[in-house]
């Protein structure tokens, strides 16, 4: 899917939209983003939850592009 770019048409906004809100709601998700909202928690970071969302969001595209990125034999 890549990164929306800001001259996107609205469809494929809504698109990028829709995905991320799939990720987010997914166990996998939410089963990160609480393990990392514990451990930042412990570690009193400022704006734990805030951090933990975002990080694990960041790790589940990250994974996405790498899974993308292995399928097409590209390296």
């Known amino acids: 899917m890549g990164v929306p770019?800001?001259?996107s048409p609205e469809e494929e906004i809504?698109?990028?939209l829709n995905h991320i809100a799939m990720i987010c709601l997914s166990?996998?998700?939410?089963?990160l983003k609480k393990e990392l909202e514990d451990?930042?928690?412990q570690s009193n970071l400022e704006n734990s939850r805030l951090t933990a969302f975002q990080?694990?969001?960041?790790a589940f595209l990250a994974q996405e592009e790498e899974n993308r990125t292995a399928q097409s034999g590209a390296y």
Do not use: G, V
């Open 14 to 16: 809504k698109k990028w």
């Open 39 to 41: 451990i930042y928690s």
């Open 55 to 58: 990080d694990a969001l960041y």
């Open 27 to 31: 166990e996998d998700f939410q089963r």
């Open 5 to 7: 770019k800001f001259d």
